[in-house]
């Protein structure tokens, strides 16, 4: 089996995307393919797991009930699923979005300071979430937009610790508001402001080509150099690089450092394998686990060197 069958063979999620990135498939057959992820496989199994409270597991970012003994962040609760719902291509217009993201709509209510859903609260990363699932689920998100705007620090980032005092920009909260935005302004057509704040975030990780410290140009951290899935809210290269990819525009001479990365993990096979679970009770597995062949890090990291080479 090539690795094209292999991705082909997996769940309508992984399914509709390899044939939307990879192949030269008819649009109704996309479409139907696409359709079928919220009524089979891992989309549907999501979908019915919210709760008659509008919530998954009893909560908006963190189940309602767990415990320090856990290991790891719980991934179960409204946000990741909603992220993972995102991650899937559920068709936002299908029935079961409408009605799953209507009951979030009306009932979920962040912990921080019991703020509805897509009004957001007070960190940007989160924030960043928020804005990406209201926008692709077609929610308005205008107001968190307009907050983080104004919460873009001077060398181009963001970061969630500026509330307590950090001036300097971090990557992690960096591309989850860059992504949030990215989804903004292709569901509304976006705002010369927002731009011109993406372009600010884009450089801020460009001028460290998108692993490295600015003044010492060290690694900044060795896991990053690992390939994820789902990202949750970690950074990594293959990310970032998924990021640009899906802005559309042509690749920078920065990011060769990070594109090597991505092409030098390919195996003998053609796959890629997964790296660097995040840690937390999930709702269920994706994959074989690390170490193993990844088809989702394989469609991924496909289509980044393929827009890469190809631009």
């Known amino acids: 089996m090539d690795v094209l069958d292999w991705l082909l063979d997996s769940d309508p999620a992984i399914r509709w995307q390899v044939l939307r990135d990879l192949t030269r498939t008819p649009p109704e057959d996309l479409a139907a393919e696409?359709?079928?992820?919220?009524?089979?496989?891992?989309g549907a199994r999501l979908l019915a797991l919210q709760g008659d409270d509008g919530q998954w597991d009893g909560g908006t970012y963190f189940p309602s009930h767990f415990g320090e003994s856990e290991k790891g962040q719980p991934w179960t609760a409204t946000t990741y699923s909603l992220l993972l719902l995102r991650d899937f291509?559920?068709?936002?217009?299908?029935?079961?979005?409408?009605?799953?993201?209507?009951?979030?709509?009306?009932?979920?209510?962040?912990?921080?300071?019991?703020?509805?859903?897509?009004?957001?609260?007070?960190?940007?990363?989160?924030?960043?979430?928020?804005?990406?699932l209201g926008a692709y689920f077609g929610e308005n998100v205008d107001g968190v937009v307009a907050r983080l705007l104004g919460e873009q620090l001077a060398d181009g980032g963001w970061n969630c610790e500026a509330e307590r005092?950090?001036?300097?920009?971090?990557?992690?909260?960096?591309?989850?508001?860059?992504?949030?935005?990215l989804e903004h302004d292709r569901?509304?057509?976006?705002?010369?402001?927002a731009l011109a704040a993406r372009r600010r975030g884009e450089e801020y990780l460009l001028e460290r080509r998108l692993l490295r410290r600015k003044t010492t140009g060290e690694l900044i951290d060795q896991d990053w150099l690992q390939a994820s899935f789902p990202t949750r809210w970690q950074y990594d290269v293959l990310r970032v690089l998924e990021y640009f990819r899906a802005a559309g525009g042509p690749p920078d001479t920065r990011m060769a450092e990070a594109?090597?990365?991505?092409?030098?993990?390919?195996?003998?096979?053609?796959?890629?394998?997964?790296?660097?679970?995040?840690?937390?009770?999930?709702?269920?597995a994706l994959e074989d686990g690390?170490?193993?062949?990844?088809?989702?890090?394989?469609?991924?990291?496909?289509?980044?060197l393929d827009w890469y080479g190809n631009s």
């Not at 696409?34 to 891992?42: I, K, P």
């Open 34 to 42: 696409r359709a079928r992820v919220a009524t089979q496989g891992w």
């Open 290 to 304: 690390d170490g193993r062949p990844s088809r989702w890090n394989t469609l991924r990291a496909l289509r980044v």
């Open 89 to 132: 291509g559920l068709d936002p217009r299908s029935d079961g979005a409408r009605r799953a993201v209507g009951f979030v709509r009306e009932n979920s209510r962040w912990e921080e300071g019991d703020q509805p859903f897509f009004e957001g609260e007070v960190e940007p990363c989160i924030n960043g979430m928020a804005v990406a």
């Open 165 to 181: 005092g950090s001036t300097r920009s971090s990557f992690g909260t960096t591309i989850n508001v860059l992504e949030g935005l």
């Open 259 to 284: 594109i090597e990365v991505v092409r030098s993990q390919r195996q003998p096979d053609g796959t890629w394998l997964l790296e660097n679970t995040h840690p937390g009770r999930v709702h269920f």
């Open 187 to 193: 569901a509304s057509g976006g705002s010369p402001a």
